[in-house]
């Protein structure tokens, strides 16, 4: 259990952490703002002062650089690394005051509370109690703190690209202080239908495309969707197809030629998005074979499984039990930091406090006892990590 000066530590830390603004909204914006930098700065400030780590930076654009941190004594094989992002989704419609970090019923409210700061707060603050107490540890550890996660993983695509490797890795997020062995992957592409425009006064003379997308979301909605059933995950379920976005037309009155609709794709692990696609295609045009669609893949994101059976996933769900008696791992249907790391080949387990229900919602918060949770749990990886690997036998 953490004592008071413990759990003031690291209220405090976070809530300074959400003061600081690190919205990324889309890459335009956060490329112009250099969303991440001014968090940037802060940690490696406190990771150099507090911890004595040594901080690198690995850029994704100018101003927008990934940290890995790690203590420049240490020279074991093995290695792991607690992670957390940097950035934060927009703080458009919120109904709390986004970077107050206001304490009350217990919660703290702001941007970035639970999604994923309170993460990155927690990890740190077990770092500080390990250099208090001079622990030393058989792996490696580093501290790394990515950018780019809210608009697809580019910063952790962009860190393992330029050589960054460990055996394996804490990548947080909220989920309630459970570790997550496994994740849904994600593909996007945008389904077109072709028409013919014409006067809309003389709709005969044309072809309306959205009347064909029409078509199309009815095969998804009646056809394809229940027969995904059929594919089934014992932590993630089946995949899922969703409709997000339908635009097509350019004036009430004009037969549109084209129509549009965004398709959300969420993938088991191993499933590749290119087969996949095909497939949806194949059976689309055998079901609606009087219309003309064509498919274009705009966005993909691997999904991950790490092996329950390895000593890492042991080390961590052990971690887990003795702090919140969580001993079960668990599986999410979204996507994180770890796709592109678990692409990498580093065993990945998705850890942090809060509910993921609180992420990106215009009342975001983190209940503070998950703060203390997780800290708690950080803590006790690393005081295992003294007299043992975590990450091999």
Not at 107 to 133: I, P, Q
Not at 308 to 326: E, F, M, Y
């Amino acid at each position: 259990m953490l004592n008071t000066d413990q759990k003031t530590h690291v209220g405090g830390l976070l809530a300074e952490l959400v003061r600081i603004p690190s919205v990324n909204e889309n890459a335009e914006q956060a490329n112009r703002d250099r969303a991440e930098s001014a968090v940037a700065d802060f940690l490696e400030q406190w990771l150099t002062s507090r911890l004595g780590m040594t901080v690198s930076r690995v850029p994704l654009s100018p101003g927008r650089d990934n940290l890995v941190a790690h203590w420049p004594d240490q020279a074991a094989a093995r290695s792991f690394a607690l992670q957390a992002h940097m950035d934060t989704v927009s703080v458009r419609g919120m109904t709390v005051e986004p970077f107050a970090a206001e304490v009350r019923e217990g919660r703290m409210w702001g941007r970035g509370t639970c999604d994923t700061k309170g993460s990155m707060a927690a990890f740190l603050s077990a770092l500080r109690a390990a250099r208090e107490r001079d622990w030393r540890f058989v792996d490696k550890v580093y501290f790394v703190a990515t950018v780019a996660e809210e608009t697809g993983c580019k910063g952790s695509s962009a860190l393992t690209a330029a050589g960054f490797g460990v055996d394996a890795m804490i990548v947080g997020e909220p989920t309630m202080c459970t570790a997550v062995t496994a994740h849904k992957g994600t593909s996007w592409s945008r389904l077109t239908t072709a028409g013919r425009s014409c006067h809309a006064s003389m709709p005969q003379h044309g072809h309306n495309a959205i009347y064909a997308m029409a078509k199309a979301v009815r095969f998804i909605e009646d056809r394809f969707i229940p027969g995904l059933s059929a594919r089934q995950h014992p932590l993630l379920g089946s995949p899922t197809l969703s409709v997000g976005v339908i635009q097509g037309g350019v004036a009430t009155n004009i037969v549109p030629d084209r129509c549009t609709a965004n398709l959300d794709f969420r993938l088991l692990p191993g499933q590749d998005p290119g087969p996949w696609i095909e497939g949806f295609m194949s059976a689309l045009r055998a079901a609606v074979p009087d219309e003309s669609f064509t498919i274009e893949n705009i966005h993909n994101q691997p999904g991950v499984e790490t092996p329950i059976d390895t000593p890492w996933v042991r080390n961590v769900l052990a971690g887990c039990a003795r702090t919140s008696g969580r001993s079960q791992p668990a599986g999410v249907t979204y996507y994180t930091d770890a796709g592109p790391f678990h692409a990498a080949g580093i065993q990945c387990v998705v850890f942090g406090p809060g509910d993921i229900a609180q992420a990106h919602t215009e009342a975001e918060f983190l209940d503070l006892e998950q703060l203390y949770m997780a800290t708690e749990t950080a803590i006790e990886w690393l005081e295992a990590a003294r007299t043992r690997s975590l990450v091999a036998d």
